[in-house]
């Protein structure tokens, strides 16, 4: 191989990257043509003729691969532990039915400070008649506030983070209170909570704080948790107590000197299946409203044309069937499986879940205590074939309470439904969660044809 030949794919890298522009600003999407190249290139190479292994037709005898087909997600036997969890966190007793409204999450909205999205876009549940009506209400999920419902002229419903400001509108400030979750006799501060900047490491930052010094660094102190004050002037309708996150300084540990105050949410923004909004007293626009995981999820079976060699490490599988994008999820029995690297006209290349680089939003539920959204990333797996993630957002000091609990899929668009089992957590190793090793599932694959129907 001469020494072009060598460097070709590297320029023709080079070439693509410079021929988009607008690809620097992000770098982690796909470039408009990606999917088409990857596409020709499949049919060019047919690598059903290159001697690796090829899978026979997996689908039962007469059923076509775009035949339509249900799915309900109910009948899954990891679900109802999903339900139960949600239910439990998000409508704690039964007398508050009536006071919260759950609204599924559909996807993320822009990019703010530290990189957490702006906004959520949201479905309204049946039933809901006047969807303009939650137009400026606050929203929670669990104990965490997460923002206010904002309505469009034609009803379409997001959740605005408290980090991010609307066109024309003051930014949101909020009265707090930080309190240390050691035991102990330690300061509590007093504080003003306001969007951060877009260059700060977090979305949430402390304008005023009384005292203004104080250590918190240290391992007898941390974390300090910031909840909610009450306030008739900025936010009359936000209960005290809700949690906004964890407060995280930045200045000199060594001599105790603040230079910055930081609050860091407690669950990752990409990952909210759903959230709960906090209606006013006696109000009834919660009657007669379907909660959403009472419906069924429109699917589309698919079919393995080829997999990769084991021997190769890192698998790989052709699929066909259906009308799938790349990022959307192959499930079988409501278990997540693959996650399409892209897809094109109905063929597509899906790698594993776990496969290195992979991002997947996640509902962690533990075996004991309350479930928390989390970004897993794929880490590979170990010689057993145990799928490996880390989890940036979690505290090192709570990894240990997920062992044994479970890991369920948040929405990461269309093709991506809330609700799959990612995988039960086997162990926890030196920051890698261990989970169960998946099914060899060749038969009953799937992709979402519809996605959740409004």
């Known amino acids: 191989m001469s020494r072009f030949e ?3 794919p590297w320029l023709l890298a080079l070439a693509l990257v410079l021929s988009s522009p607008w690809v ?3 770098p982690r999407r796909t470039l408009p043509y990606e999917d088409w190249a990857a596409f020709g290139v499949t049919l060019a190479l047919r690598p059903l003729g290159l001697g690796m292994e090829v899978l026979a037709r997996t689908q039962d005898a007469g059923m076509s691969p775009e035949a339509g087909m249900t799915y309900t997600l ?3 036997p990891s679900f109802r532990r999903y339900v139960e969890v949600l239910e439990k966190a998000l409508l704690p007793r039964k007398k508050e039915r009536g006071e919260r409204l759950l609204l599924p999450v559909r996807g993320a909205l822009g990019r703010g400070a530290g990189g957490a999205p702006r906004a959520l876009r949201l479905v309204g549940p ?3 008649s006047k969807p303009q009506a939650l137009s400026g209400l606050p929203a929670v999920f669990g104990e965490s506030y997460v923002g206010r419902i904002e309505s469009s002229s034609r009803g379409e419903l997001r959740l605005r983070f408290p980090w991010s400001t609307a066109k024309g509108r003051s930014p949101e400030r909020l009265i707090a209170q930080a309190r240390s979750q050691r035991p102990g006799d330690f300061p509590v501060l007093e504080m003003i909570v306001e969007p951060a900047g877009p260059k700060d490491p ?3 930052r402390v304008a005023l704080a009384n005292p203004a010094q104080a250590q918190t660094w240290t391992p007898d102190r941390y974390p300090f948790w910031v909840r909610l004050a009450s306030s008739r002037e900025l936010h009359p309708d936000l209960p005290a107590g809700l949690l ?7 200045g000199y540990p060594q001599t105790g000197f603040v230079l910055r105050r930081y609050v860091r949410p407690l669950f990752d923004p990409r990952a909210l299946p759903v959230v709960a909004v906090l209606l006013p007293q006696g109000s009834r626009l919660a009657e007669g409203v379907t909660l959403p995981w009472d419906q069924e999820l429109r699917t589309t079976p ?3 044309l080829w997999r990769s060699p084991r021997r190769l490490g890192a698998l790989r599988f052709l699929l066909r069937g259906g009308s799938p994008r790349g990022g959307d999820a192959v499930f079988s029995g409501g278990k997540l499986l693959w996650v399409y690297d892209w897809a094109r006209e109905g063929v597509g290349m899906a790698v594993p879940a776990y496969a290195r680089g992979g991002r997947l939003p996640a509902l962690a539920i533990p075996l004991r205590g309350k479930p928390r959204a989390v970004l897993l990333r794929g880490a590979g797996r170990d010689a057993l074939g145990h799928g490996l993630f880390t989890a940036p957002s979690l505290p090192p000091g709570g990894w240990k309470l997920y062992e044994g609990g479970r890991f369920f899929t948040g929405v990461a668009g269309r093709g991506f439904p809330a609700g799959l089992l990612i995988g039960k957590v086997l162990a926890v190793r030196n920051g ?4 169960e090793k998946e099914p060899g599932a060749s038969r009953g694959l799937f992709v979402v044809a519809g996605g959740r129907e409004p």
């Open 126 to 128: 049946p039933g809901l």
């Open 302 to 304: 698919v079919e393995i």
């Open 432 to 435: 890698l969660f261990v989970l």
């Open 244 to 250: 906004l996150g964890s407060l995280e300084d930045v």
């Open 24 to 26: 620097l600003r992000e």
């Open 74 to 76: 109910e009948r899954a």
């Open 202 to 204: 977090f979305p949430l």
């Open 6 to 8: 060598s460097r070709l």
